[in-house]
């Protein structure tokens, strides 16, 4: 059986803001460490720890649009994938992370 890999569509942190302030903004989770999650943090984003990836997957509507994000776009890629593989139509991964948003969109969400 060939190898199936998954494609990842990427979204700036522009286009998630102009996303988020629409008429049908997508779910935005947040793939970091509670540590990360402390030190800066998204408005509204949703922090998925294990229980929560579990709500997630049992409950919500796989046509549900969401964006991932971590720190720089590499752990949220992963978890876009699995997402995907778990059924989920509609997921996009933040290009550069929450320090791309930092340096972007809100300045005063701290870069570390």
């Known amino acids: 059986m060939a190898d199936q ?3 990842i569509d990427e979204i700036s942190a522009t286009q998630l803001s102009v996303q988020l302030t629409g008429d049908a903004p997508p779910r935005l989770i947040d793939v970091r460490t509670a540590e990360e999650r402390a030190t800066a943090c998204i408005k509204g984003s949703l922090w998925a720890d294990d229980e929560q990836v579990k ?5 919500w509507d796989k046509s549900t649009p ?3 994000h971590c720190h720089h776009g590499g752990r949220s890629l ?4 699995y997402l995907m593989q778990h059924g989920f139509t509609c997921v996009k ?3 550069g992370g929450i320090d791309a948003w930092s340096l972007e969109m809100d300045t005063q969400v701290p870069r570390y």
């Open 66 to 68: 969401i964006v991932v």
């Open 78 to 81: 992963q978890a876009a994938g």
């Open 93 to 95: 991964n933040l290009t």
């Open 5 to 7: 890999t998954v494609q």
């Open 55 to 59: 709500i997630i997957l049992e409950t």
